[in-house]
């Protein structure tokens, strides 16, 4: 499953992953592999994710670039300012208002 997460002036992940979990509207859910296409709102709150086998790119607040890895297994946190997520054939989109921090 793949996933790319925006904010409006920059990427802040790319690739390959196992499952995220986002605050909802509603509340709390996690996508995995197989999930079904799904468009939803995002309260402000915290967004998980484990990364798989593959590349991934990641943003580096120090340097304000995107950097390569290929760690599977990783779970990177980060808080968002709400946004939209949609699910599609095992690729999702995180469309957010802003990140206040990455936790690698």
């Given at each position: 499953?793949?996933?790319?997460?925006?904010?409006?002036?920059?990427?802040?992940?790319?690739?390959?992953?196992?499952?995220?979990?986002?605050?909802?509207?509603?509340?709390?859910?996690?996508?995995?592999?197989?999930?079904?296409?799904?468009v939803s709102s995002l309260e402000a709150g915290k967004v998980s994710l484990v990364t798989a086998d593959g590349e991934h790119r990641v943003f580096d607040e120090a340097s304000g670039t995107l950097h390569t890895?290929?760690?599977?297994?990783?779970?990177?946190?980060?808080?968002?300012?709400?946004?939209?997520?949609?699910?599609?054939?095992?690729?999702?989109?995180?469309?957010?208002?802003?990140?206040?921090?990455?936790?690698?």
């Amino acid at each position: 499953m793949t996933i790319t997460v925006l904010t409006p002036d920059r990427q802040i992940f790319n690739g390959n992953i196992t499952s995220v979990k986002v605050p909802g509207t509603l509340g709390e859910f996690q996508v995995l592999k197989g999930h079904a296409p799904i468009v939803s709102s995002l309260e402000a709150g915290k967004v998980s994710l484990v990364t798989a086998d593959g590349e991934h790119r990641v943003f580096d607040e120090a340097s304000g670039t995107l950097h390569t890895a290929a760690d599977a297994g990783k779970k990177i946190t980060f808080q968002i300012g709400g946004g939209f997520i949609e699910v599609l054939n095992d690729e999702v989109s995180l469309l957010v208002r802003g990140v206040k921090e990455v936790v690698k």
